[in-house]
C-alpha cells in the first residue's frame, strides 16, 4: 500500500493558515466570541434591565464571585459602569471586592465622581496600585485627579518609576488643560530610521501603547518634526527613510491648552489624534478622539448645569453636598426675592396711600369729570343736526 500523500491545493493552504493564526488574530477572535455570547444587559428605555440587576445583586448577596465574573467582568467598561450606578450604595464596594483582580478599573471612569471616590477608598491599595499600573495614563489620572493630595501622594510614592514620573507631570499640568487629558504612551522614532527599522521595532518592544494609528517623529532633543500613518508605514519599502514618508504636523495641541479648544480642534480639522507639546515643541504626549468626545459630553453637560444654577453637582451626591454645591445660587435666588418683595411693598404703600379720604375725592373728581366732545350736548347726550 503506497504511503499517503499530504493534501495539497487550497486544503493545505488553509491548514497553514490556521496554523500561522497570529496571537492579536487570537486575540480577536476570542474578543468577537465573547462579544456574540454577552447578554443586552438593557431594557428598551436604555437602562440596567431590573432581571440583569437583580441577578447581579443576589450574586452579591451570597458571594458568588464565579456568576460576576462570569456575567459582569466580561462586559465593557461602560457597561460596568452602568451596572456599578444602578447598585444601592453598600453593593458597589461589595461588588469590586468580589471581582477582586478581573475587576477592570477602566470603568470607574464612566461613573459619577462621588461613586469613583466611595469605591476607590473601599479598595486595598496593593489592589488599586496594581490596577492603575495596567492603566493607560490618561485614564489613571482621571481616577488620581479626584483624591486628596496626601492620598494621592500615597499612591504615585508606591508606584514604579517610570509609571510616577509619567503620571506626575501630567498632573502638573492645569485641571481641565489637554496635558491632564493626553496619553504619554505613544511612538516616536528618528527620522533617519527606514521604514523597515520602525517596522522591526514595533514588533520587538513590548513597551508600546496598546493600540495607534500613527508614529511620531522626533530629534535627539524630542521636538516634534512631523508623523507618519501606519498605512503609509505598511505600503513603503523597507529601506526608505522615514523623513521621506513623514507628514508635517500642522496642528499639534499645547499641553496647557484648554481641554474645550483642544476639542475645538479636532472639530475643526477632523482629527483622529493630535500630538501634544510644552512650550518648547517637545512632545510629551498624544491626545485621542475618544478623549475629545468624553470632553465634549462633559462640557455639554456643565453647561445646561450651569443653566439650572446647579453646579458640578451629581445624582449620585448626598444631601449635604448637594446643598454645599447650590448655596451659593440659592442665597443669590433668596437675596432676589427678597428685593422683589421690598419692590413690590413699596408700590403696596403708594396705593394705600391713594385710599385715604382726601385722595380718593380728587380722584374721583378728577376721573368722574366728563369732557366735552362736540358731538354731545350738555347733558351727555348726544346732539342732534338738522
Not at 493564526?21 to 431590573?50: F, P, W
Not at 499641553?255 to 479648544?261: H, K, T, V, Y
Not at 480639522?269 to 468624553?294: E, F
Amino acid at each position: 500500500m503506497g504511503a499517503v500523500s499530504e493534501p495539497r491545493g487550497q486544503d493545505c493552504v488553509a491548514d497553514r493558515k490556521v496554523f500561522r493564526m497570529s496571537h492579536l488574530d487570537e486575540e480577536l477572535l476570542n474578543q468577537s466570541e465573547t462579544r456574540e455570547q454577552t447578554r443586552d444587559i438593557y431594557d428598551e428605555e436604555g437602562t440596567v434591565s431590573a432581571e440583569f440587576l437583580g441577578g447581579v445583586q443576589q450574586a452579591i448577596a451570597n458571594a458568588d464571585s464565579a456568576f460576576l465574573l462570569d456575567q459582569v467582568a466580561s462586559l465593557h467598561e461602560s457597561e460596568i459602569g452602568d451596572v456599578i450606578e444602578a447598585l444601592d450604595h453598600e453593593s458597589r464596594p461589595e461588588l469590586v471586592r468580589l471581582l477582586g483582580n478581573d475587576f477592570d478599573l477602566t470603568a470607574l471612569t464612566e461613573v459619577d465622581e462621588a461613586i469613583r471616590l466611595n469605591i476607590i477608598e473601599s479598595l486595598p491599595s496593593e489592589q488599586l496600585i496594581s490596577a492603575l499600573s495596567a492603566l493607560d495614563s490618561d485614564d489613571a489620572v482621571y481616577i488620581l485627579e479626584d483624591l486628596a493630595d496626601e492620598e494621592r501622594e500615597g499612591i504615585l510614592a508606591k508606584l514604579p518609576f517610570t509609571e510616577r514620573i509619567r503620571l506626575t507631570r501630567s498632573l502638573d499640568y492645569p485641571e481641565s488643560s489637554a496635558g491632564r487629558r493626553m496619553q504619554t504612551e505613544f511612538v516616536a522614532v528618528p527620522p533617519f530610521w527606514t521604514v523597515g527599522q520602525t517596522i522591526d521595532y514595533m514588533r520587538e518592544d513590548d513597551d508600546l501603547p496598546e493600540s495607534f494609528s500613527q508614529i511620531f517623529v522626533v530629534d535627539p532633543t524630542f521636538r516634534l518634526l512631523g508623523a507618519a500613518d501606519l498605512d503609509r508605514i505598511l505600503r513603503t519599502k523597507r529601506q526608505t527613510k522615514i523623513e521621506t514618508i513623514m507628514r508635517e504636523t500642522n496642528h499639534p495641541i499645547d499641553a496647557e491648552l484648554d481641554q474645550e479648544e483642544a476639542a475645538q480642534v479636532f472639530e475643526q480639522y477632523d482629527l483622529l489624534s493630535a500630538a501634544v507639546v510644552d512650550n518648547n515643541g517637545r512632545l510629551v504626549g498624544v491626545l485621542t478622539i475618544d478623549d475629545v468626545v468624553d470632553v465634549i459630553h462633559e462640557e455639554a453637560d456643565e453647561d445646561i448645569k450651569r443653566l439650572g444654577g446647579v453646579g458640578d453637582e451629581e445624582l449620585s451626591d448626598n444631601v449635604m453636598r448637594a446643598v454645599r454645591s447650590r448655596f451659593g445660587w440659592l442665597l443669590i435666588n433668596m437675596a432676589t426675592a427678597f428685593l422683589s418683595a421690598s419692590v413690590i411693598g413699596l408700590f403696596d404703600e403708594f396705593y394705600r396711600s391713594d385710599a385715604r379720604p382726601g385722595r380718593a375725592d380728587a380722584s374721583r373728581g378728577f376721573h368722574g369729570r366728563q369732557c366735552r366732545n362736540p358731538d354731545h350736548d350738555g347733558d351727555g347726550a348726544r346732539a342732534r343736526y338738522p
